[in-house]
């Protein structure tokens, strides 16, 4: 039996799962950097450096959107927000879905997917990105991998949600600094 370990359709598909990927990976740091500016709004950083720190010192993303929801949701209830809250509820739920969406990129590598053999010769039948440590069947399945695994499709899609999501932190953070001024400038304060 003879193995052709790739096509140039395999091929193409492989080095577009390495760019999408990088783009995607990119696309979520301005995520990150919208979630540290909101951190830094919510707390009314009066030190920006220091603030970027101390949210630069958690040690992941996951813990960063936490630290951000905790600043976040402390600023609303002290300023009685509660329709921000509720759209940061929910903005936050939707930043820690896709940040097990970044994490999957993150965390995977680029394969090309091998057919089973016609005719005696195997051939590849696409790419994706799969996580190599995750359990699986061995020798792997190849229609398993082209359904589970990460399509370059798959990541086009990813880079939109992950800037429509920068671009909704960024829109919350405005609102929060006017609800803030308002707060600050009623006569109860």
């Known amino acids: 039996m003879s193995v052709a370990l790739n096509t140039p359709a395999a091929q193409k598909q492989y080095e577009a799962l390495h760019r999408e ?62 329709e921000l809250l509720d759209e940061w509820n929910s903005l936050y739920a939707r ?3 896709l940040a097990r969406r970044r994490n999957a990129v993150a965390h995977s590598q680029a394969v090309i997917v091998m057919g089973k053999p016609k005719g005696g ?25 082209l359904v589970e695994g990460i399509s370059v499709e798959q990541l ?10 920068a671009f909704d932190l960024q829109t919350h953070r405005e609102k929060i600094y006017v609800a803030q001024k308002q707060f600050r400038a009623s006569p109860a304060q």
């Open 21 to 82: 990927a990088g783009e995607v990976l990119s696309f979520w740091m301005n995520v990150e950097v919208q979630a540290q500016q909101t951190f830094c709004a919510a707390l009314e950083a009066r030190n920006g450096a220091a603030m970027k720190a101390v949210f630069r010192a958690a040690i992941n993303a996951n813990a960063r959107l936490s630290m951000t929801n905790e600043a976040v949701t402390h600023c609303l209830e002290e300023i009685a927000a509660a």
């Open 95 to 97: 930043a820690r879905k």
């Open 121 to 145: 010769v195997a051939s590849a039948v696409g790419a994706r990105l799969v996580d190599p440590l995750e359990d699986g069947e061995f020798p792997p399945n190849p229609s398993k991998l």
């Open 156 to 165: 086009v899609e990813m880079k939109g949600r992950f800037h429509s999501l």
